[in-house]
């Protein structure tokens, strides 16, 4: 399998401007994952799905911030407008049911607001 | 609530020695337990899990941790750091069945000095 796959790997764009993080989960994973990383505040889980319907979404910062899963091998993490305080590397994670289960991460989404 | 404390945020060691970094868990119930590694520029990866089977396990690149129940800790320990052991190691707990929150803990980087 080839893991799970972000895109882009890197993203810049002006702050006001429209931003769409993409993800394609491992096959046959049933939870997918979006956590944010920065150095202030570590790794942050945004909003989870369990066979494409969204569970919790607790960690989303705002209502700029929105998720869809429109099918199981596919995912969007868009944030509209963005700002330069969302600047962090995003990553997708999927893993398969079951509390033991580990998480398969993608290399992650690095974006720059100016 | 669950929750993971990693003591020392960066940690150095000589090249052949010992590498031991330091997780304590919280939860209120049986935890599963994680150490994942996180190389420059990559997303998580699994480095071993704990899913009560038995209390020292052993994962991937020669590092093991043991749980200890009455200390509520899961150390990581290495015998002998090798040069691509430098990373950042993240400690995470999640607790029941299907749900799937995962909380990890702030991480430690690990320098490994030749």
């Known amino acids: 399998d080839a893991g799970v796959i972000q895109s882009p790997r890197h993203e810049v764009t002006e702050m006001g401007q429209e931003v769409t993080l993409r993800c394609k989960p491992i096959s046959g994973h049933d939870y997918l994952f979006w956590y944010r990383q920065t150095m202030m505040r570590g790794l942050e889980l945004l909003i989870y799905f369990n066979n494409n319907v969204p569970i919790d979404d607790s960690g989303m910062p705002e209502d700029r911030f929105s998720a869809k899963m429109p099918n199981a091998s596919f995912s969007t993490l868009k944030i509209q407008p963005s700002e330069p305080r969302d600047s962090a590397v995003y990553f997708c994670a999927s893993s398969q049911q079951g509390g033991g289960s580990p998480l398969h991460f993608g290399n992650g989404t690095r974006l720059t607001v100016t | 609530a669950q929750s993971v404390t990693q003591l020392g945020s960066h940690v150095s060691v000589s090249e052949g020695a010992l590498v031991l970094l330091r997780c304590n868990y919280s939860?209120?119930?049986?935890?599963?337990l994680f150490w994942y590694v996180q190389y420059p520029n990559q997303g998580l990866q699994l480095l071993l899990k704990?899913?009560?089977?038995?209390?020292l396990v052993k994962g991937i690149n020669g590092f093991e941790a043991e749980f200890k129940k009455s200390e509520t800790s899961f150390h990581l320990t290495k015998p002998s750091a090798h040069m691509s052991d430098a990373a950042e190691y993240f400690c995470a707990v999640s607790v029941g069945g299907g749900y799937q929150k995962v909380t990890f803990g702030t991480g430690t980087k690990l320098q490994v000095i030749p």
């Open positions: 939860s209120s119930v049986p935890p599963y």
């Open positions: 704990y899913t009560s089977a038995a209390t």
